[in-house]
């Protein structure tokens, strides 16, 4: 229909009046149509012309954000906005004419918060700029729903953690309550325990104590929330401190330690805290699989969005049973381990919107790579980097 009607509006001039008729009802069709569509849809529309004042918004639209006046059309868009939150986004992102995917925006007006999606996609013909697509979505029942799913999912790794720490406190009670008994004993035979033996007995105890006490401190950080101080930081930084501190660990046990780190690599949002305890966990699980007599590399890259960390030892290795398991909480291969170092690595690189990935073979080592995404400040600078190279 659209290359019928512009092949008539080249021959507008030798049409008569019945044809100029006719074309001018098709036209008026096809933009009924296309109006009962965008009005049909769930998801606001608005476009702006090439000034940002507002060509069309749709029914959906219209309901959903909160308008100053009552009439959009031939309005600059952001002063149409209600919401000053929203209008200072559209006034920062729309004369820069790049695309905006999912910035969300809480309105909390008359009745129940909502929770509103926008999207912004420049409209371009035949490379020329026309204006912008903006479309927003009402996604406060899917947050509802993500939600309720992250406090089941809470509650099922919750009961995962205490019946594990049910099971890990068995032994170290068990180990007390028959020391305590050896003493009672003692007592009652002799009527009096010797230093030396009453020493053994206690030094036990006292073992088994501070062991329950590191499973009630693993247990609590990985189930309290973190609190977190988000700061762009540069991770070769937190990696070069990290070696300084372990590399007198590592020399006792005669593990060389060798760090390649990536020149330039692109800041990265992190708490420096947490990140180091993952790291920390994640270099003295190869320094154990190692033992003694090894190498344990830590290198840096970007790709993919993403600066990666991957942490490399030449121990023992796993096998593909032992992988499936790593991540679970009180999974060790250790005969000391608390099960819980790794899941609390995981935890860490989950709150960075990030993750944490393994590749291992028997008799082969191990490489953890931590991945943390690079915000698009920094990829928008690395892109002006290219484009000047």
């Known amino acids: 229909m659209r290359k019928f009607i512009q092949r008539a509006l080249g021959k507008l001039p030798k049409l008569d009046r019945e044809q100029i008729r006719s074309l001018l009802l098709d036209l008026a069709n096809e933009n009924e149509l296309l109006e009962v569509v965008l009005n049909s849809m769930t998801d606001g529309v608005l476009v702006t012309d090439l000034e940002h004042r507002v060509v069309f918004t749709n029914q959906c639209l219209r309901g959903m954000l909160p308008m100053a006046r009552v009439e959009p059309e031939d309005q600059i868009v952001w002063s149409l906005v209600a919401d000053q939150e929203i209008a200072d986004f559209l006034h920062a992102s729309l004369p820069s004419g790049e695309p905006v995917e999912e910035e969300e925006f809480t309105l909390d007006g008359s009745g129940a918060a909502r929770t509103l999606s926008f999207s912004i996609v420049p409209v371009s013909k035949d490379e020329e700029p026309r204006g912008n697509l903006i479309l927003v979505s009402d996604i406060t029942d899917r947050r509802k729903r993500d939600a309720r799913l992250r406090r089941a999912e809470s509650l099922a790794s919750l009961t995962t953690l205490a019946a594990g720490v049910a099971h890990e406190i068995k032994n170290p009670l068990g180990s007390i309550g028959i020391h305590i008994q050896l003493i009672q004993r003692a007592l009652k035979k002799n009527q009096c325990l010797d230093e030396a033996a009453a020493g053994k007995y206690l030094d036990v105890i006292m073992e088994e104590i501070e062991r329950l006490n590191g499973i009630v401190v693993d247990f609590l950080f990985a189930v309290r929330p973190m609190d977190t101080t988000m700061k762009k930081g540069n991770i070769n930084k ?89 991540f679970e909480p009180y999974y060790t291969t250790k005969e000391f381990g608390s099960g819980l170092g790794l899941t609390v690595v995981y935890k860490v690189l989950k709150e960075h919107g990030g993750e944490v990935s393994v590749q291992s073979k028997e008799n082969q080592g191990t490489t953890f790579t931590l991945s943390v995404p690079i915000p698009d400040s920094e990829k928008k600078l690395l892109d002006w980097k290219g484009e000047r190279k």
């Not at 990290?242 to 590592?250: G, V």
């Not at 947490?274 to 320094?287: D, E, S």
């Not at 960390?309 to 790593?326: H, N, P, R």
């Open 238 to 326: 937190v990696i070069r401190e990290l070696m300084d501190f372990i590399k007198y660990e590592a020399q006792e046990s005669d593990i060389q330690i060798k760090t390649t780190l990536k020149k330039d690599l692109p800041k990265v949002v992190l708490d420096e805290k947490y990140m180091k305890q993952a790291l920390i966990n994640v270099i003295k699980n190869g320094m154990a699989a190692i033992g003694r007599d090894g190498t344990l590399t830590v290198a840096t890259r970007e790709d993919q969005g993403f600066v990666h960390v991957d942490v490399s030892d030449t121990g023992i290795g796993m096998s593909e049973e032992q992988m499936a398991k790593i």
